[in-house]
């Protein structure tokens, strides 16, 4: 059993002056676990970050882009792919910066009110840098999926071959298949971000919870 939970017993059973020790001391103990959250959570942010730009330098280069859609609308793509980026870059550069700062508030304050706000912020920051993420693959894959749509000579030319009812029920069947296939894209990112993010967001919610006992 943790340490926290053995003070929390200890804290109920005993008198009301060991009662005002073990709250201050209840307190720090969730401040340092809290600290240690935000900092893990800082951590993986950075790693994730690293881990997508490597793979990005690796495998999607404009060898890959020009296999996998043609030369035809590989301009296009490029374009794409370089605006995807910097705004990628931009927003998740703020996103850090913005744990970094939470990481710098908790570890500095020395309030009970105060740690309870920025565990709010912490976990409003972590919804949003999800949210973001999620929002901007399917915004990208539907640019892409547009673009080959308006501008791919070859996939024109398939629709053309198909005339009618028929053509119109394809394209419908095609467009069925991409959002099928985005869906299952968006589902695994947020089991994902729930898995690692998740647990530390579980453990700051305990940590908030314990902390509106003691402010009681």
Do not use: P
């Not at 017993?9 to 020790?21: G, I, L, N, R």
């Not at 401040?31 to 959250?37: A, D, F, N, P, V």
């Not at 935000?38 to 495998?59: A, C, D, H, P, T």
């Not at 898995?195 to 919870?209: A, D, E, Q, S, T």
Request: hydrophobic fraction near 45%; proline fraction near 0%; include cysteine.
């Amino acid at each position: 059993m943790e340490e926290l939970d053995l003070l929390k017993k200890a804290w109920k059973k005993d008198t009301h002056s060991f009662t005002q020790v073990t709250e201050t001391e209840i307190y720090t103990m969730i401040h340092k676990r809290s600290s240690s959250i935000v900092k893990w959570i800082l951590i993986i942010s950075i790693l994730e970050f690293v881990f997508w730009n490597i793979i990005s330098l690796l495998y999607l280069g404009d060898g890959y882009l020009k296999k996998k859609y043609g030369n035809e609308i590989f301009d296009y793509i490029k374009e794409i792919n370089t605006v995807y980026n910097i705004i990628s870059y931009v927003v998740v550069a703020v996103f850090i910066y913005l744990f970094y700062r939470n990481y710098r508030r908790i570890s500095a304050t020395t309030s009970t009110k105060q740690l309870m706000g920025d565990i709010l912020k912490t976990r409003k920051t972590v919804q949003y840098y999800v949210w973001f993420n999620i929002v901007f693959f399917v915004v990208g894959t539907l640019v892409v999926f547009y673009v080959q749509m308006n501008y791919d000579s070859k996939y024109a030319a398939y629709l053309n071959q198909i005339h009618g009812d028929n053509g119109t029920t394809v394209l419908c069947k095609t467009i069925g298949f991409v959002l099928l296939i985005m869906g299952v894209m968006v589902g695994l990112i947020w089991l994902f971000y729930r898995l690692i993010y998740g647990i530390l967001l579980r453990k700051l919610n305990k940590n908030y919870k314990e902390l509106q006992k003691i402010d009681l």
